[in-house]
């Protein structure tokens, strides 16, 4: 994937894991969680990073919505015990 930064809090991000299913690059409008500011982000079509706005997080179904939170949950938790 392309080099693009966290709109938070300025990390270079060039690289995502993905949680569940098989594994592929991100695409366009996929979800993610910063690893540095637990910022909740979304790709845009351009491949961008910009922060999930509150209605994007209301437009994902109930089950990503609870993995997406649940992992930023966990990244919190890690950048807490740091
Ligand atoms: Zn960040």
Not at 9 to 24: H, K, L, P, S, Y
Not at 68 to 78: C, F, P, S, T, Y
Request: hydrophobic share 40%; charged share 30%.
């Amino acid at each position: 994937m392309n080099r693009v930064q966290c709109p938070n809090c300025g990390r270079i991000v060039d690289r995502a894991t993905r949680i569940g299913g098989t594994v592929r690059p991100p695409l366009p409008y996929d979800v993610a969680v910063c690893c540095r500011c637990a910022a909740l982000l979304e790709f845009g079509d351009d491949m961008e990073i910009r922060l999930l706005s509150n209605e994007a997080l209301m437009r994902l179904d109930e089950g990503h919505r609870d993995l997406l939170l649940k992992a930023k949950g966990e990244v919190d938790r890690m950048l807490r015990s740091c």
